[in-house]
T-cell receptor, first 112, second 111 residues
Framework: DAGITQSPRHKVTETGTPVTLRCHQT?????MYWYRQDPGHGLRLIHY???????DKGEVSDGYSVSRSKTEDFLLTLESATSSQTSVYFC???????????FGPGTRLTVT | EDQVTQSPEALRLQEGESSSLNCSYT??????LFWYRQDPGKGPEFLFT???AGEEKEKERLKATLTKKESFLHITAPKPEDSATYLC????????????FGKGTKLSVIP
């Protein structure tokens, strides 16, 4: 299994509060991704990183920001959580830009 | 815009009853089609990558094939442990970092 951990694994928060999710990898892969998974939708890309301090937006980036100060860590921040951001969030990594992506165990976030 | 449609949405099989899952796609220049398996409460697990029409890959009871418009995941003599949701994703030349995922096929194999 790819060495990917996500923290926390579960979180309940209130509308309007900031939330940060962490993805940590031990594979030294260059590329990292944040996805969200919702019933009735496929996995959708939020943001991705192609190197330390190099990030870009995905399909559903509104309301989210990311940071990557070290190869191994990729943080996803919800500046002011809304109920529409209740979802399961997955981090993924890949060694090559066109290679397969390996996913972490996920974080279940509930915004009340 | 890239699109991926998976069918059926759900499939129930008896143990040993072979079948196929379908993934139809529309992309502007395919740069990889990916199959994943996802168990409840877990992250997707990578199975296969296919790059060109005619390509086939196998792993245990699973075989993935690719044409210019669709991919099939063939399951031969399935076992209950093959029960999972199978996801298909494509990468196009238009946005090489982004994978577009289908909604998945939920497979249940009954003993």
């Amino acid at each position: 299994d790819a060495g990917i951990t996500q923290s926390p694994r579960h979180k309940v928060t209130e509308t309007g509060t900031p939330v940060t999710l962490r993805c940590h990898q031990t594979e030294n892969h260059r590329y990292m991704y944040w996805y969200r998974q919702d019933p009735g939708h496929g996995l959708r890309l939020i943001h991705y990183s192609y190197g330390v301090k190099d990030t870009d937006k995905g399909e559903v980036s509104d309301g989210y920001s990311v940071s990557r100060s070290k190869t191994e860590d990729f943080l996803l921040t919800l500046e002011s959580a809304t109920s529409s951001q209740t979802s399961v969030y997955f981090c993924a990594i890949s060694e090559f830009d066109l290679g397969e992506q390996y996913f972490g165990p996920g974080t279940r976030l509930t915004v009340t | 815009e890239d699109q991926v449609t998976q069918s059926p949405e759900a499939l129930r099989l008896q143990e040993g009853e072979s079948s196929s899952l379908n993934c139809s796609y529309t992309v502007s220049g395919l740069r990889g089609l990916f199959w994943y398996r996802q168990d409840p409460g877990k992250g997707p697990e990578f199975l296969f990558t296919l790059y060109s029409a005619g390509e086939e890959k196998e792993k245990e009871r699973l075989k993935a094939t690719l044409t210019k418009k669709e991919s099939f995941l063939h399951i031969t003599a399935p076992k209950p442990e093959d029960s999972a949701t199978y996801l298909c994703a494509v990468r196009s030349g238009a946005g090489s970092y982004q994978l577009t995922f289908g909604k998945g096929t939920k497979l249940s194999v009954i003993p």
